[in-house]
Nanobody, 122 residues
Framework: QVQLVESGGGLVQPGGSLRLSCTVSGASMNYYHYGWFRQAPGKDREGVSCISTGEGSTYYADSVKGRFTIIRDNAKNTVYLEMNSLKPEDTAVYYC???????????????WGKGTLVTVSS
């Protein structure tokens, strides 16, 4: 089935930017909807941003609207999450996920990467 591998996490200062990448392999990228989720210590995994396969509809959590942008590049088999104006509360492990059905809920996504850690700290 589809395989997802995240990269791009790291340590960044508040107000800085990072770009996360999710490379897709093992299946046709066009069959799936994609999302970025995050989980902080002691917290539930939450949907950050999702993008549909065909129409390109997007979803953003209220906490990241205007700061994050999700991008799907079919030619590169990659889904990006552009993260700007980062805040300490953005610190979490970020996961890429995929599913055949459109949703942006962690319990509905069937395929997951292993995650990449984003730490926002001065």
């Amino acid at each position: 089935q589809v395989q997802l591998v995240e990269s791009g996490g790291g340590l960044v200062q508040p107000g800085g930017s990072l770009r996360l990448s999710c490379t897709v392999s093992g299946a046709s990228m066009n069959y799936y909807h994609y999302g970025w989720f995050r989980q902080a210590p002691g917290k539930d995994r939450e949907g950050v941003s999702c993008i549909s396969t065909g129409e390109g509809s997007t979803y953003y959590a209220d906490s990241v609207k205007g700061r994050f942008t999700i991008i799907r590049d079919n030619a590169k088999n990659t889904v990006y999450l552009e993260m700007n104006s980062l805040k300490p509360e953005d610190t979490a492990v970020y996961y890429c996920a995929a599913d055949l059905a459109w949703s942006c809920h962690a319990d509905a996504m069937d395929y997951w990467g292993k995650g990449t850690l984003v730490t926002v700290s001065s």
